[in-house]
Structure formats: structure tokens, C-alpha cells
């Protein structure tokens, strides 16, 4: 790992926050499509999950691609878990492996609906 104090906090984030959501801008002002997309998937399942705003710092949006060695934003993390970007995560929310991975990880989701 580098001396980059952000890679410690994003340890930090990633270690205390059963799901996180790194991303630009914030889950009520998305300010890009993707981070967007992520967010309404989360929102729809009612998984909580806590966020950080890679646009408030370089090093933040630089040292969470390093992390993950994943080059691009948004990047989710369920128990410490790299779970994907924006491709990924919709792929497994279309597919109901998403539902399905947050429950096996003991995340509470919304009941499903018809």
C-alpha cells in the first residue's frame, strides 16, 4: 500500500460501515449517472448503507480506485467486501443475485414485492 492517508480512512469507511457506497456527489444529490444508478438500486432494495463523497478530495477519489485497484466510481463494499461498480451492481440487481447476496451478508433488505 502507499503512505496515502486516505487509503487508511477508506480502510476505516470500508471496516465500519456494513455497506458503503463511495461515489460522487451524495445519495440526495447524485452527480453522476452511475453513482445515480446505485443509489436508486440501494434505495429499491432498502438496504442502508453510508457514503463518501469522492469529489470533496483528490486524494479520496484517487486512493479508493488504488484500494480496489477498480479505476473507476462508483465502488461498493458490502462487510468489507469489494462487491463492484455501477456495471456490476446493476447486472446483479437485474438478475436477483444482488437481493440474494445482500441477505447472505446479513444486510436487512426491504421485503420483496410483487
Do not use: H
Not at 51 to 62: F, M
Amino acid at each position: 500500500m502507499s503512505e496515502n492517508p486516505a487509503i487508511a480512512d477508506i480502510q476505516s469507511k470500508v471496516s465500519d460501515n456494513p455497506v458503503m457506497l463511495f461515489m460522487k456527489g451524495t445519495p440526495q444529490f447524485p452527480q453522476c449517472g452511475f453513482s445515480s444508478v446505485v443509489v436508486q438500486i440501494l434505495d429499491y432494495l432498502g438496504a442502508d448503507f453510508n457514503s463518501a463523497n469522492v469529489l470533496e478530495s483528490d486524494e479520496l477519489r484517487q486512493g479508493v480506485k488504488e484500494f480496489s485497484d477498480w479505476p473507476t466510481i462508483p465502488q461498493l463494499y458490502v462487510k468489507g467486501e469489494f462487491v463492484g461498480g455501477c456495471d456490476i451492481i446493476r447486472e446483479m440487481f437485474e438478475s436477483g443475485e444482488l437481493r440474494t447476496f445482500l441477505e447472505g451478508k446479513g444486510v436487512k433488505v426491504a421485503e420483496k414485492t410483487a
